[in-house]
């Protein structure tokens, strides 16, 4: 403000007299605030929405994958000797597994009474048929184990000191009868001795033999991979079955998801009677056409498919609130039927489109970059940039109008105090002539 001073003859209260006009005159400025403070309400309303509708569309992507609807579970009986998994190309089913040999890699050993000591020269190591080399200057036995785990030569060095000598141990990388070793040169071959041989697992799948170079077998049974942990006397069983928690787990998640979103809007867009009191997108055309689409697919029938049509065909149904809820009963019914085809409603096949990715182009099309609620947000945006000019040029009204209001009535103050002056000298001067009589 360009100028403070009160009168500056006559007392008169410029500041005070100012100060109230442009109380006046800067209503339009709470207006625009109050305007503005509406517009970043929708802003962060309609933020709200965009949250809520992005968390049930990863909740509908995860449907798209068919094999949450088709997943298998492998249960061993208790101390089989082995543990097991299963993807959904197994086949429901029981199974006899005995294990009768664990896979094992080659170890050896050198000299148990004397430490050997490496000489100059060339370590070679030959596995299946193929040798590789290693180059070593000579040194103590530890310099040599740190050589060969440095030479990726397929098999590992330890020292171990059993209190009489240091043994160089050298054991195989790998498991299996093929991967048998020989190391030769440095003179290590005439202290060397094997300690265990490399040998295949073995086990029997209902009676029949099976050798692996691994105990994580993959390829006998399909679908199951089966880690052996031990050796047993007797056959243990292994049971297959359908594991419907995958998809319960997935649906659930996606009916919190929808309940999260739709009671978002209905708080977002209510209206209280008793109070009189509005939401700040109560009536928004945006926020009850999104809840209204959403609902409409939700609770309707996608054609083409033979099994299911809809979800509450699968126990997912509305309640009188609003919300989804599952008919646990009934989901898991009609997750164990295969005739019903749940994995193909979601995912969908050939031509047809599931209902996961139906949901989620709609939900694109609310949140994409040209969708619904960035055609909204950014007309919000532009009218905040609008009412910040509208409030840039009346601040500059504002200064303009201040800086004459104090020029008046600073030009006032000083014409009071001139015609006071006057008043007092005339006063004077009467006082000061002859009385007549």
Do not use: C, W
């Amino acid at each position: 403000m360009a100028l403070t001073a009160n009168g500056l003859g006559s007392g008169l209260d410029v500041n005070g007299l100012v100060g109230q006009l442009m109380a006046v005159e800067q209503r339009p400025l709470t207006a625009l605030a109050a305007k503005e403070s509406s517009y970043q309400a929708k802003l962060s309303a309609f933020g709200q929405l965009k949250s809520v509708l992005s968390a049930l569309q990863t909740a509908s992507d995860a449907l798209k994958d068919p094999t949450k609807f088709s997943a298998k579970i492998a249960t061993p009986a208790a101390d089989a000797g082995f543990t097991a998994t299963a993807a959904s190309a197994a086949a429901v089913g029981s199974y006899a597994i005995q294990v009768t040999t664990l896979a094992a890699a080659q170890r050896s050993a050198t000299n148990s009474t004397t430490t050997f000591v490496p000489g100059a020269g060339t370590l070679s190591v030959t596995i299946g048929g193929q040798t590789k080399t290693l180059n070593f200057a000579g040194g103590t036995i530890e310099q040599l184990r740190d050589a060969i785990n440095g030479g990726n030569l397929g098999i590992t060095a330890n020292v171990i000191d059993n209190g009489t000598a240091k043994q160089l141990v050298l054991t195989g990388q790998n498991t299996g009868a093929a991967n048998a070793f020989t190391a030769t040169g440095l003179g290590i071959e005439t202290s060397l001795y094997q300690v265990q041989a490399a040998k295949n697992a073995a086990l029997t799948i209902d009676g029949i033999s099976i050798s692996r170079a691994s105990n994580t077998i993959s390829d006998a049974l399909t679908g199951v991979t089966l880690t052996l942990t031990k050796e047993t006397t007797t056959a243990a069983r292994l049971a297959v079955a359908d594991d419907p928690s995958a998809a319960s787990n997935a649906l659930g998640a996606f009916v919190k998801a929808y309940n999260d979103a739709n009671n978002a809007i209905k708080n977002l867009t209510a209206f209280d009677p008793n109070t009189r009191r509005a939401s700040t997108l109560t009536g928004d055309s945006t926020a009850r056409s999104i809840q209204s689409r959403l609902r409409g697919l939700i609770g309707g029938a996608l054609s083409g498919f033979a099994g299911v049509q809809r979800l509450s065909d699968l126990g997912i149904a509305f309640q009188a609130d609003g919300t989804l809820a599952i008919d646990n009963t009934k989901l898991t019914t009609a997750l164990k039927d295969h005739s019903k085809d749940v994995g193909g409603f979601f995912s969908g096949g050939g031509s047809i489109t599931g209902f996961a990715a139906t949901l989620s182009t709609m939900l694109d099309g609310f949140l994409g970059s040209a969708g619904l609620l960035a055609g909204r947000t950014d007309g919000i945006n532009a009218s905040i940039k609008a009412l910040g000019k509208q409030r840039d040029a009346l601040n500059v009204r504002l200064e303009q109008i201040e800086k004459r209001y104090r020029a008046q009535f600073t030009a006032l103050d000083s014409m009071v105090s001139s015609m006071t002056q006057t008043s007092s000298f005339l006063t004077q001067q009467i006082a000061n002539l002859p009385k007549i009589g």
